[in-house]
């Protein structure tokens, strides 16, 4: 009789320790998919927050004309005195695309100056999109290396910061501009800075 009862356990036994990595690759795949799922990627933290803008010089977009008069590159001086809205773009990013008209809207705002970094993008294609689209920046910077855009902190075009009359930056977005966080987030944001 005991011949019967262990028997009986052994493929018991080792059916559990067959299933117990599928179980366990399962219950993993459940945490991480709720997990990503849900933050809100826009809101990922940055520790350029109150610091100041990065001083870092960007030539101009070659041939960029704005209002009849060259578009001038980035100097970082252009922060003293004036709220910045600085957006890094580019020409092949499929979200820039859906963001730009309302960055035009954004530059009809006299209190405002809208600042581009051009990311990883020829001229030629930065120039056409421009075109397409409206051009709401009065300063274009162009990042060929990408190496201004690892000094602003940036994760992926398009990101988009306010920076502040002293030239301290005091938010950043992740991801694209959109209607829903232009009205709910954006705005809020630019009257802070404004005060």
């Given at each position: 009789?005991?011949?019967?009862?262990?028997?009986?356990?052994?493929?018991?036994r080792?059916?559990?320790?067959?299933?117990?990595p599928?179980i366990?690759?399962?219950?993993?795949a459940?945490i991480?998919?709720f997990?990503?799922?849900?933050g809100?990627?826009?809101?990922?933290?940055?520790?350029?927050?109150?610091?100041?803008a990065p001083?870092?010089?960007?030539?101009?977009l070659?041939g960029?004309?704005?209002?009849?008069?060259?578009?001038?590159?980035?100097?970082?001086?252009?922060?003293?005195?004036?709220?910045?809205?600085?957006?890094?773009?580019?020409?092949w990013c499929?979200?820039c695309?859906?963001?730009?008209?309302?960055?035009?809207?954004?530059?009809?705002d006299?209190?405002?100056?809208?600042v581009?970094?051009?990311y990883?993008d020829?001229?030629?294609n930065a120039?056409?999109?421009?075109?397409?689209?409206?051009?709401?920046?009065?300063?274009?910077?162009?990042?060929?290396?990408?190496?201004?855009?690892?000094?602003?902190?940036?994760?992926?075009?398009?990101?988009?910061?306010?920076?502040?009359?002293?030239g301290?930056?005091?938010?950043?977005?992740?991801?694209?501009?959109?209607?829903?966080n232009?009205?709910?987030?954006?705005?809020?944001?630019?009257?802070?800075?404004?005060k």
């Open positions: 009789m005991s011949e019967n009862s262990t028997t009986d356990g052994a493929p018991q080792s059916r559990w320790l067959m299933a117990a599928l366990a690759f399962a219950a993993l459940a991480f998919w997990r990503l799922g849900s809100d990627p826009s809101r990922i933290p940055s520790a350029l927050i109150g610091r100041p001083q870092t010089v960007l030539p101009p070659d960029l004309v704005n209002k009849g008069a060259l578009v001038p590159g980035l100097d970082p001086a252009v922060f003293k005195g004036k709220v910045s809205i600085v957006n890094v773009w580019a020409s499929v979200p695309h859906d963001e730009a008209p309302l960055l035009t809207e954004l530059g009809h006299e209190r405002l100056q809208i581009g970094i051009n990883k020829s001229a030629d120039r056409r999109f421009l075109g397409r689209y409206g051009n709401p920046f009065g300063v274009v910077g162009v990042d060929a290396n990408g190496r201004a855009s690892i000094e602003w902190g940036v994760y992926g075009v398009p990101e988009t910061f306010i920076v502040g009359r002293e301290t930056i005091v938010y950043k977005l992740v991801g694209p501009v959109t209607p829903d232009l009205n709910t987030v954006l705005k809020s944001e630019i009257d802070k800075a404004l």
